[in-house]
C-alpha cells in the first residue's frame, strides 16, 4: 500500500493497525510535493512544518492522518488566504474556513493552500496538468485537482459556481464531488456567484467523497447497497460538443450500469434547457460584479479575466439579472419531469480529454448546468482518450440525494479498476 | 426640513439646490449621535472624521451626502467589524462589504457601525429602544434600527435571517426591507444559517428602502403607479399571538387598502405551515453550528446564546437537517397558491409593540415564515400601540417582485403621513 496512491479505508486500515503513523502519511506527501510540484504548482503554499505538528498531535476522528488541500479561495487561520488575487497578497484571516475547521476537527491534516483561478474564475493559475506540462488542469479549483491526481493530498477542498470542481476532476483523472446547493456551510469562502456557489471535494475515488460527505453533514457513513438505482442517460444540449471518444466512452459506461442490471431509461433536457448557459453568463456576471464591488477600488490589479467580467456585470441591468433569476427558477422546477422515472443521470462531463493550453481552463458548460440547478454532481474516471488522458463521466442526483449519488457512484467505479491510475 | 429627520427626496431637494452641504447633514446627524447614542448605544463605532472628509470630496451619486449605518456584522475597510462577539474585537478587515462599497460609489456616507446581536444571533446588543430605554430596540439589528429611529444615520444596513430587518424596524417605528433571497451581493457579510441570510436596509420610509433598493440592483427609481395591487389579508397561524391593539391595526390598514380601491380577499396559510417554525429552528441551527466550526476553538468567549444555538446545531444530524430543507421546498412550491390572486399579502410583523427587558430581542416567529421562503418584505409604521410605541405592519410579495412590493408599501405609507414621527 502506497500512501500517497491509497484510498481512504486503505490508509484508515495501516493507521489503525500501526503499519502507518500520520507523520509517515503526511512525510510521504510531503517528499511527493518536494519532487513534483515545482512542475505542477499545485501549491500556492506549503504548511510543512503545520502538517508535521498535527501529525505528531495526539488527535481522533474519522480523517485521522489524513493530509489534504485547501484551495485558495477558502480561508485559513495559519496560512494566508490570497484567492489567487495580488490584491490579497499576505492577507491573513483570523480564523480557518468553517469546511477546513470541520475536516481538522475530524482529525485531518491541512497541508497546504492549493492555487486557484483569480477569485474562483477564470484567469488560470500557473498550475499544469499533472500528465503533460502543456495542457490546463482545469480550474477554477486547478491545485486541489492537480494535488491529488499527483499524489501530493489525500484530497482537497475545491468549490464549484460553474464547473470549477468537477472539469479539474474529470480532466485530472480523479473523482470530484459538487454537494447540493447550501448543504455545506460557507463560512470564510469568497463568495463569487452566490446563487451557484457551493464548496466540494476532488479525491482519489468517490468513496473517499462520500466519507468527506458524511463528516461535513454530520452523517454516519453509508455502506453500499446491493442494486443500483434507475439510470438515466441525459446527452444533454451539448452532445454535439464531445469528441467521439468522449462519446463513445459514457455511452460504454451506460451499458455497463444497464448489464450491472440498473433500470435504465434515456433524459432529455426540455427545449429551454438550452438557454440555461446564457442565463448563467448573465447571473453568474452579475453576481460577480456585485460581490466586487468592495474590491474595485484595486481593480487595476484584477487579471483582464476579473476585469472582463466585472466590467460584463456592470452592464446588465437589474431586470435582465432578475428575468433570468426566474427562467432558472421555472427550470428548476421542472427538474423533477427530467428525472421522470430516473434516479440518476448520466450525462457526460467534459467535451473530451484537458485541452492543450494553460490560458483557459476549459469548458463549463456541461458541469453549469447542473451547478445551476442546485444538483449534486459527482465524476468518475472511466478511461483514457487522446494520448492516454483521462475521461470521465458525470452522475447527478435530485437536490438532497447527494447520499444516493455517491452510493452510486462507487458501485459505477467499481466497473473501472483500471481508470486513472496515472500517477498511482 | 430637519435633515435628521428628512427623508431622501427631500435631503436630495435641499442637497442640490444648495440648500444643505453634505457636510451640514453629516455634522447634523453627528450632533445627533453625540447628543443621544450615550443613551441608546445604537452605534459600536461612529466615524467622524471619515464621514466628514467623505462629505467634504466631490463626489457624485444617487446618494451624495447621505450618511449611513453599518451593522457590525458587515466589512468595512476603514473600521474594526466585530460582529457583536470578543473574538473579533479589533479584526480589521482589508475590503468593504460588497453592499457597502456599493451605497459609497453612489455618493452615500458611512457614519459608523451599528450594534448587533452576537453573530446576527440573539444574544443582544447593549442598545435600548429610542423611546424607552427598558425596551428592546429588537434585534439582531438593533443599532441599525435604532440609529434610523433616533435621527442618527438617513438609512442603515441590516442582515435579517430570521426577522432581524423587520423586527427591529417594526419596533422602533421605521421602515425596514429585506429583498429577495440572493439579490444584493453579500461579500463581507459574516454567514449565520446562509439558507435564509439576506441583507435589507432600515430606512425613514418605504420609499427610502425603495431609493435603496434600485441602487442596489442598479436598476433605474421607479415612479409611483396609481393604482393599488390586489391585497390579501394574510392572518397566518400565529395570529392569536397578536395583542388585540395590535390586530386592530392590521385589520384597519387592511380596511383602508379595501377603501383606497384594491381588490382584497383573504389568504390562508396551508396547515403544513405552522411547522415552518420547527423546520426553521432546525435549519438555523445546523447551518449556525456548521458556519461557526471555523470559531469554535474560542467558543469559551461566546455569549451564552451563540455557544447554546451552536451546541444544539451540533445535536442535530444531517438527515434532520435535510429532512426540513425538503419541506421548506414544499411549503416553497406552495406558495403560489397561498397567493391565489393577489400580488401582495398583507400580514402581522410583531404581536405587539417593543416588549420590555434588554435581554431578548423579541419573537421573530411572524417574520421569519417569509425569509424562510425567500420573499421580499417591508414594514412601515402605522400608528401607536401601548404608551405611544409604534405599531406596524407587514407586506410580503412573490419572490423577485422586490419592486411591485416597494411600490405597494409607498402607496400605504401614504395612508400613514403621521405614523411613526416620534423621533423626527
Not at 488527535?59 to 494566508?80: A, N, Q, S, W, Y
Not at 480557518?96 to 485531518?108: E, I, M, N, Q, S
Not at 474516471?381 to 457512484?409: K, M, N, S, Y
Amino acid at each position: 500500500m502506497i500512501p500517497t496512491k491509497a484510498t481512504i479505508p486503505d490508509l484508515r486500515a495501516a493507521l489503525s493497525s500501526g503499519k502507518l503513523t500520520p507523520l509517515d502519511v503526511v512525510e510521504a506527501h510531503l517528499e511527493r510535493i518536494r519532487t513534483l510540484d515545482r512542475g505542477i504548482r499545485g501549491f500556492v503554499r506549503v504548511c510543512e512544518q503545520g502538517a508535521r505538528n498535527a501529525a505528531k498531535a495526539d488527535v481522533h476522528g474519522p480523517l485521522r492522518g489524513l493530509p489534504f488541500g485547501i484551495k485558495d479561495v477558502l480561508e485559513t487561520g495559519d496560512m494566508p488566504t490570497e484567492h489567487g488575487s495580488a490584491i490579497f497578497e499576505g492577507a491573513r484571516p483570523r480564523f480557518d474556513a468553517a469546511v477546513v475547521a470541520t475536516l481538522r476537527g475530524a482529525g485531518a491534516i491541512a497541508i497546504g493552500k492549493t492555487a486557484t483561478a483569480e477569485f474562483a474564475g477564470t484567469a488560470p493559475p500557473a498550475t499544469t496538468h499533472p500528465l503533460d506540462p502543456a495542457r490546463t488542469p482545469g480550474g477554477s479549483s486547478s491545485g486541489s485537482a492537480a494535488a491529488v491526481a499527483a499524489g501530493m493530498a489525500v484530497f482537497a477542498l475545491g468549490t464549484q459556481t460553474g464547473g470549477s470542481v468537477l472539469r479539474p476532476a474529470a480532466f485530472c483523472g480523479i473523482a470530484g464531488f459538487k454537494p447540493s446547493y447550501g448543504l455545506w456551510p460557507i463560512a470564510g469562502m469568497l463568495p463569487a456567484a452566490h446563487s451557484f456557489d457551493t464548496i466540494g471535494v476532488v479525491a482519489r475515488s468517490a468513496g473517499d467523497a462520500a466519507i468527506i460527505h458524511a463528516t461535513m453533514m454530520r452523517m454516519p457513513e453509508i455502506g453500499l447497497p446491493d442494486t443500483l438505482p434507475h439510470v438515466a442517460l441525459c446527452r444533454t444540449h451539448l452532445w454535439d460538443t464531445l469528441s467521439s471518444q468522449g462519446a463513445s466512452a459514457i455511452e460504454a459506461a451506460f451499458k455497463l450500469i444497464e448489464q450491472a442490471g440498473a433500470r435504465t431509461s434515456q433524459a432529455s433536457l426540455p427545449e429551454e434547457f438550452s438557454r440555461l448557459t446564457e442565463h448563467r453568463a448573465i447571473i453568474n456576471a452579475f453576481e460577480r460584479s456585485g460581490n466586487m464591488m468592495g474590491l474595485a477600488a484595486r481593480k487595476d490589479k484584477f487579471r483582464k479575466e476579473s476585469r472582463s467580467v466585472y466590467q460584463r456585470g456592470l452592464e446588465i441591468s437589474g431586470e435582465e439579472y432578475v428575468a433570468s433569476r426566474r427562467a432558472l427558477e421555472v427550470a428548476r422546477a421542472s427538474l423533477d419531469d427530467v428525472f421522470g422515472l430516473a434516479e440518476i443521470l448520466l450525462a457526460p462531463v467534459v467535451p473530451d480529454v484537458a485541452p492543450m493550453g494553460l490560458n483557459s481552463t476549459g469548458d463549463p458548460r456541461l458541469q453549469e448546468i447542473w451547478s445551476m440547478l442546485h444538483c449534486p454532481t459527482v465524476t468518475i474516471p472511466i478511461g483514457e482518450g487522446l494520448g492516454g488522458l483521462p475521461l470521465g463521466l458525470q452522475l447527478v442526483a435530485r437536490p438532497f440525494e447527494d447520499d444516493l449519488l455517491l452510493a452510486t457512484a462507487r458501485q459505477v467505479e467499481a466497473f473501472y479498476p483500471e481508470a486513472a491510475r496515472h500517477l498511482r
